[in-house]
């Protein structure tokens, strides 16, 4: 569990913590209000799911948006990024459970006024996040993870509408053949994303994705109100940090000089390092053996 559960700071600790939080936005008090709260929910989730209340066994859904929230907020306090590798399986094991009731009762739930899958990619609520989510496979080097998304994404899928161009280049490069559908459903500022992976040249490539970064946050983040300014609010509700882990990971899988990105508060610079050093000593390994 996070290092700063229960605690009350002295001075020295309040220090250890802002030197250690990957964003200056963050505040204590919004980290450890959210790490107590984790520790209630997960196991009142659990209980939700064994209802005989068939929505409350749908709402049961949060149980998937708070470990993802929940990965997020414990890489902007500035935690191992091994951490992060067991949430993200947590989140997708939840997911998985949630999509797969979804869709045995789904009939019944559209009679009780529930018509929405629990993570509909091409909603403006899920679309960074579906985004974020393949990212984070490949960054934490759990591409195994990557067919189980998938099948996620595509149980979740409103009236059998395929993803769009952007997350099937970002899938690509692991799945190599899936067909490319030729369209992009969240507009211009996505499809910089997709054009800097389809760069013939890396100076391309960098050219695009920093023209993507530059208006990241007000052009996807601002898409949601979930999160868009939510640092802003006096006790951060619904802020766990703003990362482009996308950008990350396209610079980590096209081996791209990130010089310039890394002067953008919102690229994740400690989690393409970690990612590149397991790499480097993965090469390094099979070179031995």
Not at 4 to 28: A, D, P, W, Y
Not at 152 to 177: C, M, Q, R, W
Not at 203 to 213: F, P, R, V
Not at 228 to 237: A, I, K, M
Request: proline residues 4%; contains cysteine.
């Amino acid at each position: 569990m996070p290092d700063f559960i229960g605690v009350n700071m002295n001075e020295t600790e309040q220090v250890c913590f802002n030197e250690k939080r990957r964003q200056h936005f963050l505040s204590e008090e919004r980290f450890n209000k959210f790490n107590n709260y984790f520790l209630e929910a997960i196991p009142e989730y659990n209980k939700w799911k064994l209802s005989d209340d068939l929505a409350l066994r749908f709402l049961s859904r949060q149980q998937a948006e708070t470990y993802w929230d929940y990965l997020k907020i414990i890489y902007t306090a500035g935690k191992p990024i091994e951490d992060l590798i067991p949430i993200l399986e947590k989140f997708l094991a939840s997911e998985e459970e949630i999509t797969k009731f979804w869709q045995q009762n789904k009939v019944k739930l559209n009679d009780i006024g529930y018509y929405t899958s629990p993570m509909p990619w091409c909603d403006v609520e899920h679309y960074l996040k579906t985004l974020h989510l393949i990212a984070l496979c490949y960054l934490l080097q759990r591409e195994d993870l990557l067919p189980r998304l998938l099948e996620v994404i595509l149980a979740n899928a409103e009236g059998d509408l395929e993803p769009d161009s952007t997350i099937e280049d970002f899938l690509d490069y692991h799945f190599k053949n899936r067909p490319d559908p030729d369209y992009v459903q969240m507009g211009k500022h996505a499809i910089l994303f997709g054009e800097a992976m389809r760069g013939e040249t890396k100076e391309e490539q960098l050219e695009e994705l920093n023209a993507y970064l530059k208006d990241w946050y007000r052009e996807m983040v601002g898409m949601s109100d979930l999160e868009y300014q939510s640092h802003l609010d006096p006790e951060q509700n619904g802020y766990c940090g703003y990362w482009a882990f996308e950008v990350a990971a396209i610079a980590y899988l096209d081996d791209l000089d990130d010089t310039e990105l890394r002067q953008s508060p919102y690229y994740p610079k400690d989690m393409i390092d970690w990612a590149r050093e397991q790499k480097r000593k993965c090469e390094d390994k099979g070179k031995a053996d």
